[in-house]
């Protein structure tokens, strides 16, 4: 639930152009090589946007790439998440 919250708040912030200011590259914390499947459907134009961004060059599989991609907007979402008094 909170990856696909992340992902329409990432798709956003592709088509505005906000996500140029975040880092290219996050922090990979392996979980015994665990694969993280989904069936999001991201337009076209947000992936060639995203892929420029993170793999200029091309390099990337296309699970690497969505591996990146899950991961930049859960860090995204979670950077902009309102602290809650506690």
């Known amino acids: 639930m909170i990856l696909r919250k992340a992902l329409d ?13 975040l880092p290219a590259t996050y922090a990979e914390n392996e979980i015994n090589g665990s694969i993280v499947q989904t069936s999001r ?36 979402f979670f950077a902009n998440e309102t602290k809650r008094p506690g």
Do not use: N, W
């Not at 708040?9 to 200011?21: C, H, I, N, V």
């Not at 690497?64 to 899950?70: E, I, V, Y």
């Open 41 to 76: 459907m991201i337009p076209k134009a947000l992936v060639a946007i995203a892929r420029a961004h993170f793999d200029p060059l091309g390099l990337e599989s296309t699970r690497s790439f969505g591996r990146k991609f899950a991961t930049a907007a859960l860090a995204a």
């Open 9 to 21: 708040d990432y798709e956003d912030m592709l088509e505005k152009g906000a996500f140029q200011k």
